[in-house]
């Protein structure tokens, strides 16, 4: 789903992602969701929202190829893949603020990267597609392939940053 200027999206071919920092990854999306925040971008609201970008904040799909640096995931695992893109290592990422996350983000100056929105916020291209990315050894999450094609599938990505955060907050307290 490509942006081609206010309410004109259409279906179009694009290349593979390529794997352009060590962390990076390409998963084929399998899933995807359409969120409210797509609809300000399709309707023209957001004014960087540039022609040829790919919507979707949230998707799942199969890990495809793995970065040089990549340690918690293989190709052909199954994965959720949620709004934010972050490094899990800078001053924000390292207490839990992932939504801050400035290195991902050259634009940066109150947020973070998010999948499938304007510049301001990386310009990352987003999960409407067939494959999609990047930084993944910290945002991605295994999945159990029970689970894939579940309507709680989608809902769970909702609930990665809530697990994140408890489980940062509980390791704080021991």
């Known amino acids: 789903m490509v942006y081609r200027g206010p309410y004109k999206i259409r279906v179009e071919e694009k290349d593979i992602p390529r794997i352009e920092h060590p962390d990076d990854a390409v998963v084929r999306v399998t899933t995807g969701a359409i969120c409210g925040s797509d609809l300000h971008l399709s309707h023209g609201m957001m004014p960087d929202t540039r022609v040829g970008m790919t919507f979707g904040h949230e998707f799942v799909g199969v890990v ?3 970065g040089s640096s990549v340690q918690n995931l293989a190709v052909g695992e199954r994965v959720m893949v949620p709004f934010n893109v972050y490094c899990g290592s800078c001053w924000f990422c390292s207490r839990g603020l992932y939504s801050n996350c400035h290195n991902v983000n050259p634009n940066a100056t109150a947020v973070g990267g998010i999948y499938g929105y304007s510049p301001t916020c990386g310009g990352y291209d987003g999960g409407q597609a067939e494959f999609g990315s990047k930084r993944a050894d910290v945002n991605h999450q295994r999945i159990d392939p029970i689970l894939v094609g579940g309507p709680w599938v989608m809902a769970g990505l909702r609930a990665v940053a809530a697990v994140r955060a408890l489980a ?6 021991t």
């Open 64 to 66: 495809h190829e793995v």
């Open 168 to 173: 940062r907050r509980a390791s704080e307290r």
